[in-house]
């Protein structure tokens, strides 16, 4: 079964405000996480990672946070723009491969 | 080329014949995967190739998925006598090395599979 899943399936926001997509993830020897982002008819496209030697990680208007005392991983998106309306997923590395959970889809508002 | 290249992009298939997706990876590409994505769904990991051999093959659904890569290049997912529950996208990515040391997937806009 999936071992990375996500707390919402779906996240509404007003272009603008900050999102906050949560994953949660159960193999306490994961070592390494990635977020994904997905839009319609395209394949997954790499947004950032972060190793497990570290509790967040920023790059242009997305941060990644981990917590590994409860096992949970959040994307935080800055001002929110309509071009950020995808699904987003997380993915933990796992013996040389990546297991993806079931996604959030994000919708912006203008 | 550019990115990775999946044919076809969309493919018709009736029940029980079989079908091949083909991957073209990223140039210098040493892994290559292969998912599954049901709509709405996430992505279901099938199989993964490191060079020409296959490490892990755990997510072929059944003894009717095969893949295999030659040259360390191109790959080719067969699925034989195909059922309707085979119907998704299946989404081709490669990487520089295996992803416990750099991570980044790139991934192809996918072959959308139809099985009527």
């Known amino acids: 079964g999936e071992s990375v899943g996500l707390h919402l399936p779906t996240l509404s926001v007003q272009e603008g405000d900050n999102s906050i997509i949560n994953c949660a993830y159960s193999n306490s020897a994961s070592d390494y996480f990635i977020w994904y982002k997905q839009e319609s008819g395209k394949g997954p496209q790499f947004i950032i990672d972060?190793?497990?030697?570290?509790d967040k990680r920023q790059g242009q208007r997305v941060t990644v946070l981990l917590n590994k005392t409860v096992k949970h991983l959040s994307l935080q998106i800055a001002a929110t723009q309509p071009g950020d309306s995808a699904v987003y997923f997380c993915?933990?590395?796992?013996?040389?491969?990546?297991?993806f959970g079931q996604g959030t889809e994000l919708s912006v508002k203008p | 080329g550019a990115g990775v290249s999946q044919s076809p992009s969309n493919k018709v298939t009736e029940k029980g014949k079989d079908v091949e997706l083909r991957c073209d990876p990223i140039?210098?590409?040493?892994?290559l995967y292969w998912y599954r994505q049901s709509l709405g769904q996430g992505l279901e990991f099938l199989i993964y190739?490191?060079?020409?051999?296959?490490?892990?093959k755990s997510g072929l659904p059944s003894d009717r998925f095969s893949a295999e890569r030659t040259g360390g290049s191109v790959s080719t997912l067969t699925i034989q006598r195909t059922q309707q529950e085979d119907s998704a996208v299946y989404l081709c990515a490669s990487s520089l090395v295996r992803t416990t040391n750099t991570g980044e997937l790139f991934f192809g806009e996918g072959s959308r599979l139809t099985v009527l």
């Open positions: 140039s210098g590409h040493t892994a």
């Open positions: 993915a933990e590395s796992e013996r040389g491969k990546l297991i």
């Open positions: 972060i190793r497990s030697n570290m």
């Open positions: 190739f490191q060079g020409n051999s296959a490490p892990d």
